[in-house]
């Protein structure tokens, strides 16, 4: 977790995450910062691995200045985020992007980040506590989604997958003795 400055705003939940490929943005966020919409560029690739065994399909994109650390000692850059239209618990979430554009070192046993800036090293902490706050939300959301009725439809399809021999690998026999052991 880091609290840089995106566009004009300090945002306090931003997740790094070097498995990411993307950067992304929540359009509510975009929406409390008071960007204008007509600057989000369209896109027709969607990505995968966010919500299981879907694709999902993001708003568009959008160039966004971020800026860590003050006037002393600061690195700017301008960072493409997929703007999506679903909740999440986080401001932004950053990815391998971020990491490359920023020649960013990450320590995750401190929960520590070091990028180079133009008066030596700028290291970027957050709090044990402040990680744990937001994991505890996550938890929280994750519960949300389960008893919303969303885990029923992903039953659903994936019941329809096992019982479908095009779609499904294991045999019926299998699925039936699964389905009695849960």
Known sequence: MVD???????????????????????VEMLNAMGVDRVRIRP??????????RKQAMPLGQ???????????NYRME????????FHGTYHVILGRPFYAKFMAIPNYTYLKLK???????????????????????????????????????????VTEEALDPKKSTGSL?????LKRSS
């Open 78 to 85: 301008t960072l493409t985020f997929e703007v999506v239209g």
């Open 4 to 26: 840089p400055i995106i566009g004009m705003k300090r945002l306090t939940k931003v997740l790094m995450d070097g498995g990411s490929g993307l950067n992304i943005m929540y």
């Open 43 to 52: 896109t027709g690739a969607p990505f995968h691995g966010i919500v299981p």
């Open 115 to 157: 990028i180079p800036g133009p008066n030596g090293v700028i290291t970027i902490g957050t709090s044990f506590q402040c990680a744990y706050e937001c994991e505890v939300e996550c938890c929280d959301h994750a519960v949300a989604i389960i008893a919303s009725g969303e885990l029923t439809t992903i039953r659903k399809e």
């Open 173 to 177: 026999s299998q699925w039936r003795a």
């Open 62 to 72: 959008i160039d966004l200045p971020i800026t860590f650390r003050g006037p002393s």
